[in-house]
């Protein structure tokens, strides 16, 4: 009976031992079943590698043209500190501490670079002015000194004080000459001013003891042209002007003028051309011309008074209808009068409006001396070789460096046929042409 007791005891221990056995296995399968399961991931697809090819074997081993593919361009440059720097702005004052109003302010290294003082005497230049030395000019005032200007400052520049130029003008006995016209012939200024702005500039005078005294004259060296009704223009000798100095005793003699008579007639017809007006051309007037002009009559007649009584000089004659004629190489050679007939061809529909004899060259005043400005096509100075901005050194063999502009112009003019050798110099070279005169129409 013990043995039966026992016996289920063990069974019972078996089967309790078997029941947890299977209830371990169950349980974790139950919640591997019933817990959500991630997405599944595809592995990254393994593009095939590039083929390797061997290089081509070329066709035979001969030397041949290889084009190669240009370089890249370089990067663009980095911006300039003139570009970062902006404009360059300042003021001009005249001598007195006045704004100079109207002054030009330039950079002597590069012109082009340049502005216009406002009426407060302010300018503006562009950012590539940064750094440029600049000169101020505003005539009848002396340069400024040249001075570096910058950006990003208010840079002052000051006017010098003009001088002055105080004479007299007498007849050939010493007797005062009480009205007359004087003029600026010429200017060479001391400083980078322009030339050309007081050139020409003329004013009356009438004082009982024949005194001038012309004030605010930038500094440089001028020659004065003087002329009076029946006197013909003469100039003075070279006069030297320094800021705030008047150069004095100035004498200037004027002669008595000849009488210049003649008759114009049509080229064609030989028909009078009436009223055709006659006067001294401005190579001869030089600024200074008080010389009443000629009309001519019915005839064709006239008279003109108060021309040079000695050296030659030149007539302009115009008339609505004809082309207007410079009549050069004219010289009473101290008599009283001399006589000049002249002929006028009329206007044509190609456009020529005036007929010259010489070379035709334009001539101009710089600081190297007489220069040619311009030739005219087709004339014996173009066809020569002559070109814009040869300096005249000699004319005829003489040195024409210190001739006057006039004088030059004077001695290239001539009849028609008659030779003229011109030396120029061109950058440090000096050249010899010889020409021969001829009627230029342009």
Known sequence: MAEGRTAGAQRRAWLSAALLSVALLVVPLLFWLLLPRPAPVMPARQEPAPARLAPPQPENTAPREVEVEPPAPPPPPRETTAARAGPVRGVVFDPEGRPGAGATVRCTDEPSLSAVADAEGRFELPPEADGCTAVATHPPFGDTEPARVAAGRDNILHLIAGGSIAGEVVDQSGRPVEEYLLAIESFLPSGSGAQGSVNGRARKVSDPSGAFQWNDLAPGRYVLTVSAPGRPPTRSAPVDVEAGVAARRVRIVLPQGATLRGRVVDAESRAPVVEAQVELDSATSSGANAISLA?????????????????????????????????????????????????????GDGGSREELTGIGAMLAVSSSGVTIADVIEGGPAALAGLAQGDVIVRIDGEPATDLPLADCIQRLRGPAGTRVSVGVDRGGRVLEVTMRRDVVVH
């Open 295 to 347: 009309l001519t009559d019915s005839n064709g007649d006239y008279q003109l008074q108060g021309v040079p009584a000695s050296g030659p000089f030149s007539v302009r004659v115009r008339h609505d209808q004809y082309m207007s004629k410079i009549v050069p190489s004219l010289d009473a050679r101290g008599a009283g009068s001399v006589r000049a007939d002249i002929e006028l061809r009329l206007l």
